[in-house]
């Protein structure tokens, strides 16, 4: 449910996410967004989620699903992480 989605909004999703190898921490960045920017709005809308370094040295945010988060609260997740566009989101000062 998470990576599809992420996927389709146009964020790089890290990692093999098959059946097989699937793990409930999944890592994500974007080329055109401010990744730490969107950390804040997440954290500012109560969802807790960390920003780390990717292994090409790029800012991802880590998202870690866990037994007691529901569906609801991944579509809240979800619904905070807007679709991309080929514009930047959110600009550097």
């Known amino acids: 449910m ?9 964020y790089d999703v890290f990692g093999d996410h098959n059946a097989e190898t699937c ?4 890592s994500f960045n974007s080329g055109i967004q401010d ?4 950390r804040k709005k997440l954290d500012a809308n109560g969802i807790v989620i960390f920003l780390r370094e990717g292994t090409d040295g790029s800012k991802c945010i880590r998202a ?3 037994f007691y988060n529901t569906g609801e609260k991944i579509s809240r997740f ?6 991309l566009t080929k514009q930047k989101i ?4």
Do not use: Q, Y
Request: proline share 7%; hydrophobic share 40%; glycine share 6%.
């Open 35 to 38: 990744i730490g920017e969107l």
């Open 90 to 93: 959110f600009t550097e000062c």
């Open 23 to 26: 793990s409930c921490i999944t």
């Open 2 to 10: 998470l990576v599809p989605a992420l996927r389709e909004k146009g």
């Open 78 to 83: 979800l619904d905070n992480v807007p679709k």
């Open 64 to 66: 870690a699903l866990h």
